[in-house]
């Protein structure tokens, strides 16, 4: 089992930068895929960004304004978000599986609960 905590969400004006964190823990080491996915109220759960060392993917939404990292020491996953708009609101999940980086929700194992991020105009 892969226990994932997310953190770092919050309310930020349009143009300023959060950073989240997610934390893993459990059965878990470097060779998984991370990810984050994103979730607007009433739309679906969409591909944000991942990481599968040395590799990334950004969705096009984000590509420029968003980047993913990880330590491996601490088995956590950053997400850098720097210029924010209104559209990039939503409750950011982290999610984890095996090897490779998918853009398809349906191919993660485990998720985290979520973090809320609030941009406002």
């Known amino acids: 089992q892969v226990q994932l905590v997310e953190s770092g969400g919050g309310l930020v004006q349009a143009g300023g930068s959060l950073r989240l964190s997610c934390a893993a823990s459990?059965?878990?080491?470097?060779?998984?895929?991370m990810a984050w996915f994103r979730q607007a109220p009433g739309k679906e759960r969409d591909f944000v960004a991942g990481i599968s060392w040395p590799a990334t993917n950004y969705a096009d939404s984000v590509k420029g304004r968003f980047t993913i990292s990880r330590d491996n020491a601490k088995n956590t996953v950053y997400l850098q978000m720097n210029t924010l708009k209104p559209e990039d609101t939503a409750v950011y999940y982290c999610?984890?599986?095996?090897?490779?980086?998918?853009?398809?929700?349906?191919?993660?194992?485990?998720w985290g609960q979520g973090t809320q991020v609030t941009v406002s105009s």
């Open positions: 999610a984890a599986r095996f090897r490779f980086i998918s853009t398809t929700r349906y191919d993660y194992d485990y």
């Open positions: 459990g059965r878990t080491d470097s060779r998984y895929a």
